[in-house]
């Protein structure tokens, strides 16, 4: 399965923004999607991520009340949505999505990066203050 993530831009703070990951190929049946961000100079990050099975989610404590993460199965494509209010120039950052591997991660491990082995391209976010 492919992930490609859009919706990027540029926004002024306390804007909104609405990023998309979409799955090609067969239909995911993986059983957690997550959005990580990387800065200039930082590590990526954990954003927010959703256990499909109970669609569960989690939230960095820097995004929780502003972002929310849900999917949606229409036609049969998976599609995974990051919605971003109130942002801030420190939400700037290069943001991806990814899809976790075989098996039930515990809650914890959906805050790790290598929890994912399956990532599509990033998409750019820039506030402005």
């Known amino acids: 399965v492919q992930l490609q993530a859009s919706g990027g831009g540029s926004v002024q703070a306390g804007g909104s923004l609405r990023l998309t990951c979409s799955a090609s190929g067969l239909t995911s049946n993986k059983p957690g999607m997550g959005w990580f961000r990387q800065a200039p100079g930082k590590e990526r990050e954990f954003v927010a991520a959703m256990r499909k099975s109970t669609s569960s989610t989690y939230y960095a404590d820097s995004v929780k009340g502003r972002f929310t993460i849900f999917r949606d199965n229409a036609n049969n494509r998976v599609r995974v949505y990051l919605q971003m209010n109130s942002l801030r120039p420190e939400d700037t950052a290069v943001h991806y999505c990814?899809?976790?591997?075989?098996?039930?991660?515990?809650?914890?491990?959906?805050?790790?990066?290598?929890?994912?082995?399956?990532w599509g391209q990033g998409t750019e976010v820039t506030v402005s203050s």
């Open positions: 990814a899809e976790t591997g075989m098996g039930n991660p515990i809650t914890s491990s959906y805050f790790r990066p290598s929890t994912y082995p399956n």
